[in-house]
């Protein structure tokens, strides 16, 4: 029975690779790459078969899957979370312990079509004093 395998960033330098290399062991693994460009994908491939098309969270809410995924900080992020930050900086002078906080905020990218809830963790560790 072969694996069925979703490869991101399917376009990419790694994402790319990895694919072609499953796709070599066919008798183990569907490999299915997710990429956002059709002509990316044929460039690459010379095919858009075996590909899924879109944003990998767009397709997660399309088929009802649950998702977490890191995200890179911004200047929006970084000011959404500067208050909690400073919370965990002030639990760190009071206790002289690592502080660890978490919050949630609904934000949506330029690229997104509508917002979504992001978990913010904010740290305040020993060498940060």
Same mark, same amino acid.
């Given at each position: &029975?072969?694996?069925?395998?979703?490869?991101?960033?399917?376009? +990419?330098?790694?994402?790319?690779?990895?694919?072609?290399?499953?796709?070599?062991? /066919?008798?183990?693994?569907?490999?299915?790459?997710?990429?956002? /460009?059709?002509?990316?994908?044929?460039?690459?491939? +010379? /095919?858009?078969? +075996?590909?899924?098309?879109? *944003?990998?969270?767009?397709?997660?809410?399309?088929?009802?899957?649950?998702?977490?995924?890191?995200?890179?900080?911004?200047?929006?992020?970084?000011?959404?979370?500067?208050?909690?930050?400073?919370? #965990?900086?002030?639990?760190?002078?009071?206790?002289?312990?690592?502080?660890?906080?978490? *919050?949630?905020?609904?934000? #949506? #990218?330029? /690229?997104?079509?509508?917002?979504?809830?992001?978990? &913010?963790? #904010?740290?305040?560790?020993?060498? &940060?004093?």
């Amino acid at each position: &029975m072969t694996k069925r395998v979703l490869v991101t960033g399917a376009t +990419g330098r790694t994402g790319s690779l990895v694919l072609k290399k499953l796709r070599q062991q /066919s008798d183990q693994f569907q490999a299915i790459g997710l990429a956002r /460009s059709h002509s990316k994908v044929k460039e690459l491939f +010379g /095919s858009t078969e +075996g590909f899924v098309i879109g *944003d990998i969270k767009d397709q997660c809410e399309r088929r009802e899957v649950k998702y977490a995924f890191g995200f890179s900080s911004n200047t929006v992020l970084k000011r959404k979370i500067s208050y909690l930050l400073d919370q #965990a900086r002030l639990q760190y002078i009071s206790t002289g312990e690592k502080a660890r906080l978490f *919050d949630d905020v609904y934000y #949506a #990218a330029g /690229s997104w079509d509508e917002p979504r809830r992001v978990i &913010m963790k #904010a740290e305040w560790l020993e060498c &940060m004093s």
